[in-house]
C-alpha cells in the first residue's frame, strides 16, 4: 500500500506536463489564449514547483513528511476538480500554480518516505526504482495517452484524470505509511528569510531560460533575472552560513555523499535537458520530419527508460551503489558527446545518443537520490530530496539557456522558418555541436568532481 500511495504521487509529477503538452493547440483556441498565456499553461507548473521544493522540504522535516504529503494531495485533488470550471486562460493559469504548490508539497517526500521504509540499500534501491518506473511510464505514454483522450474528451479530463491518481495516493500513504515520530522530525526555528531567498533564486533560474529562448541573448530581460537568481543565490548562501537555524544546514550539503549524488544528478540534468531540446530541433527544423515522425524518433529512449527498470538493481548489486552513481552519470554524459560530435551523421548516431542518455539517466536517477539520503541525518531526509529534484530542475534550465543563447549567437534568421539555406544548416549544425560538448564538459567536471567527493565518504558502500 505503500509503494502504491508513492507511486501515485511521482505518477502525478512526470504525467502531469507530458499529457497536457498535446492539449495546448487546443486549449489556446477553446480559452483564446495568447502564445505567451499558453507557454505559461506548462510554465507555472513547472516554476513554482521547482521554487518551493527546498522550503516544503525543511517545512516536511519540521511538521512531518507525511502530513505534508497528504496536505498536498489534497490540495492536488481539489486544483485539478477545478479545471472543470475553468473558462479563462488566467484561471487555468492560476489552476496550474496551485496544482505547483501541491506537486512542491508532495514530491520530495515521495524519496524520502520511500527511503524511511527500509533500513537496507538494496531494497531502498528497489523501492525507488519502482517508484521511478510509474513515473516514468506516465512521462513517456502521457502525450500518447492524451491525444487519445482528446478524440472523445474534452481537453479538462487531461487534468481531471489527476482526481482518482490523488485520491489512491491518499488511500495508499494513509493505509501503507505510518505518521512520522517525533523522534525523526527536528524543531528548529523556521527560517523565513532563507526560505524566501531559495525560493526567489531557483524561481528566477527557472524563468531566465524561458527568458532567453525568447527574447534572445541580444535582450536586456533574460540577463537581468538571470543576474538577479546569481544575487539571490549568493544572498541565500550567506543566510544560511551566519543564521543560527538555517533552512538548509550548507555542512550537510557538504557532506561527501551528499555533495556527489547532487553533482551526478546534475550533471545528468544538463546533459539531459540539452540533448532532448537539440534532438527536437534537428529532427523537424534540419531534417524536416513531421512531428509523428520525430516523436518515432525518440522512441529509443522511451523504451529504455521504461524497461530500463529492470537493470538498475543488477547493476548496482554487481558494482556498488557509489561506482553506480558516476558511471551512469558518466553515460548520460557520453550520450551528449556522440550527438555532439557525431549526431549530424545519420539518426543511428542519434539513436546511440538517446540510448546511452536514457541508460545512464534510469540508474543516476535512482542511486543519486540514495546516495544523498544515505548522507543526512534522519531528520533531514525529506530536504535532501529536494535538492535531488532541485538539482535536476535547475541545471535542465541552465541547459536551456546555454544551448538557446549558443543558437541565437551562432544562426543567423528565423530558426523556425522552412526551407533553410546551406549556410542557415551549417550554422545550426555548429551551434549544435558547440552547446552540446560545452554542456558535456560542464557535466564531465560535476561526475569527475562527484567521484572524487564519493571516494572521500567515511561510510563508502560498495555492495548494495
Known sequence: ??????????????LDNSILTVALPTIGRELHASTTALQWVTGAYAVVF???????????????????????????AAASSATAFVATADQLIAVRVAMGVAAAMTT???????????????????????????????LALGPTAGGFVLTVAPWQALLLVNVPIALLAIVGVRAGIAPDAAADLHR?????????????????????????????????????????????????????????HPMLDLALVAHPLVSS??????????????????????????????????????????????????????????????????????????????????????YAWVALSLVLVA??????GVVAGVT?????????????????????????????AVTGTVLAALFTGDIAASDWSPRQT???????????????????ALVAWGTVRARRSPHRAETA
Open 372 to 400: 544523498v539520503l544515505r548522507g543526512l541525518p534522519e531528520n533531514r531526509t525529506t530536504i535532501g530530496a529536494a535538492l535531488v529534484d532541485t538539482a535536476s530542475q535547475v541545471t535542465s534550465g541552465v541547459a536551456i
Open 359 to 364: 541508460a545512464g539517466m534510469r540508474v543516476v
Open 188 to 244: 528548529d526555528p523556521v527560517d523565513g528569510v532563507g526560505a524566501l531567498l531559495g525560493t526567489a533564486a531557483v524561481v528566477l533560474a527557472l524563468v531566465a531560460p524561458t527568458l532567453f529562448v525568447d527574447d534572445g541573448a541580444g535582450s536586456a530581460a533574460p540577463w537581468a533575472v538571470a543576474a538577479a537568481a546569481v544575487v539571490a543565490a549568493v544572498l541565500f548562501v550567506l543566510r544560511e552560513r551566519t543564521v543560527r
Open 261 to 346: 549524488g547532487l553533482a551526478f544528478k546534475a550533471a545528468a540534468g544538463l546533459a539531459t535537458a540539452c540533448l532532448g531540446y537539440v534532438v527536437t530541433l534537428q529532427l523537424q527544423l534540419d531534417w524536416g520530419w513531421t512531428p509523428a515522425l520525430a516523436a518515432l524518433g525518440m522512441l529509443p529512449q522511451v523504451v529504455v527508460l521504461i524497461a530500463g527498470g529492470a537493470v538498475v538493481g543488477p547493476v548496482v548489486r554487481r558494482v556498488g551503489l557509489d561506482r553506480a552513481a558516476w558511471l551512469s552519470a558518466a553515460a548520460v554524459v557520453s550520450g551528449l558527446v556522440v550527438h555532439g560530435l557525431l549526431g549530424r551523421f545519420g
Open 1 to 14: 500500500m505503500a509503494l502504491t500511495g508513492l507511486s501515485a504521487v511521482f505518477l502525478v509529477e512526470m
Open 426 to 444: 551549417a550554422e545550426f549544425r555548429e551551434a549544435v555541436t558547440v552547446a552540446s560538448l560545452l554542456l558535456a564538459t560542464a557535466a564531465a
Open 50 to 76: 521547482g521554487g518551493l521544493m527546498l522550503a516544503f522540504g525543511a517545512l516536511s522535516d519540521r511538521f512531518g513528511r507525511r502530513r505534508t504529503m497528504l496536505v498536498g494531495l489534497v490540495l492536488l
Open 108 to 138: 520530495p517526500g515521495s524519496l524520502a518516505l520511500a527511503f524511511r521504509l527500509f533500513t537496507d540499500d538494496g531494497l531502498r534501491v528497489r523501492a525507488t526504482t519502482l517508484i521511478s518506473t510509474v513515473g516514468l511510464v506516465g
